[in-house]
């Protein structure tokens, strides 16, 4: 089975960009989808997007779409999100987790961002 | 969109008693519904999904039913591990939603 480490919090202005990493460990990396879903403080689950590592093959859900780039490096298992631009409603949990089309596991540990002049 | 709405919003229930989650989605999603379980300062994990098919490791005291539009999470016996924040989450249309949670709390 898959697992997934994310990058640290990070603490960033608005209006700067940030990279944010979902790592792969397990042998099925690139033959499941994996998602971004963000978490505002206190709040419910949204799903951002997915991508497939074997073929980069991206979908995002309208509400985030143009706002954020997901991407895949699959030489090193690795998924990212990308901000060009912050701002201060990106503050929020971000997890990635496997599973694209359906449920979703098993899930990062999360990413705390946090965008605050 | 398809819209997933939760009741309620806050459960109060005692260790021991019996609890029971819904999940409403505004069109039919037919049996495509997921249910995870998220801890204060933890990731959701996934309990449920097909509406009624236990994940690996989850405790044979959660089941889950329904199908179309309205669902429902039952936990048979709370243990003090289950008290918790629970979310559906419908996977028949793009772009995949989510309900509000549910807060289940000591009472």
């Known amino acids: 089975e898959v697992q997934l480490v994310q990058s640290g919090a990070e603490v960033k202005k608005p209006g700067e960009s940030l990279k944010i990493t979902c790592q792969g460990f397990?042998?099925?990396?690139?033959?499941?989808?994996i998602a971004w879903v963000r978490q505002m403080p206190g709040k419910g689950l949204e799903w951002m997007g997915i991508?497939?590592?074997?073929?980069?093959?991206?979908r995002y859900n309208p509400s985030f779409q143009g706002q954020v780039t997901i991407s895949v490096d699959k030489s090193i298992s690795a998924v990212y999100l990308q901000w060009s631009r912050l701002k201060a409603s990106d503050t929020a949990m971000y997890y990635c987790?496997?599973?694209?089309?359906?449920?979703?596991?098993?899930w990062g540990q999360g990413t705390q961002v946090t965008v605050s002049s | 969109d398809i819209v997933m709405t939760q009741s309620p919003a806050t459960l109060s229930v005692s260790p021991g008693e019996g609890a029971t989650l819904s999940c409403r989605a505004s069109?039919?999603?037919?049996?495509?519904l997921a249910w995870y379980q998220q801890k204060p300062g933890q990731a959701p994990r996934l309990l449920m999904y097909?509406?009624?098919t236990r994940a690996t490791g989850t405790p044979a005291r959660f089941s889950g039913s329904g199908s179309g539009t309205d669902f429902t999470l039952t936990i048979s016996s709370l243990h003090s591990e289950d008290f918790a924040v629970y979310f559906c989450?419908?996977?028949?249309?793009?772009?995949?939603?989510f309900g509000q949670g549910t807060r289940l709390e000591i009472k």
């Open positions: 397990g042998n099925t990396f690139t033959a499941a989808w």
């Open positions: 097909g509406a009624s």
């Open positions: 989450q419908q996977y028949k249309s793009w772009p995949l939603t």
């Open positions: 069109q039919t999603v037919t049996s495509s």
């Open positions: 991508i497939y590592p074997g073929d980069s093959d991206t």
């Open positions: 987790a496997i599973g694209g089309l359906n449920w979703l596991a098993p």
